[in-house]
């Protein structure tokens, strides 16, 4: 059993930071969850699989110039890491996108089960 460390949540953070989906997929197991903030369920939207996943997070980063976010605080807790975020994400027509969100990451064997999203939302 892998120990899960601040070291290899910031590890998956980085990837993102660097838009890179592969880097990124390394840190995801084959059958992971994603829940996403937005959706008509409880939980949101649910993705399944890593491939799908891909699609998910590869669609972001094709849609902006780039997208960082900056970890304000992270905990973990077992098999879990708490993080909140600052998420801003510069589109490609030059528009800038920015809230908070907070992640919860269930790990198994130094890999990513399950994602699950929460964010603000702005309006105006």
């Known amino acids: 059993m892998t120990t899960l460390t601040r070291a290899l949540v910031d590890s998956v953070g980085d990837a993102f ?3 890179d989906i592969d880097a990124v997929m ?3 197991a084959d ?3 994603f829940d996403h903030a937005v959706g008509p369920e409880e ?3 649910r993705f399944e699989g890593a491939e799908t996943i891909r699609g998910v997070f590869a669609g972001l980063f094709s849609k902006v110039e780039n997208v960082h976010w900056e970890t ?3 905990a973990i807790s077992g098999n ?3 993080c ?3 998420r801003t994400a510069k589109h490609k027509d ?3 996108e920015q809230f908070l969100s907070v992640d919860i990451l269930t790990y198994q064997d130094g890999l990513i089960v399950h994602k699950d999203t929460y964010y603000k939302q702005r309006t105006g």
């Open 17 to 19: 930071n660097a838009n």
């Open 26 to 28: 390394k840190h995801f």
């Open 31 to 33: 059958d992971a969850t």
């Open 43 to 45: 939980h949101g939207v």
């Open 72 to 74: 304000l605080y992270c």
């Open 80 to 82: 879990k890491a708490y």
């Open 84 to 86: 909140e975020y600052r």
């Open 94 to 96: 030059g528009k800038v």
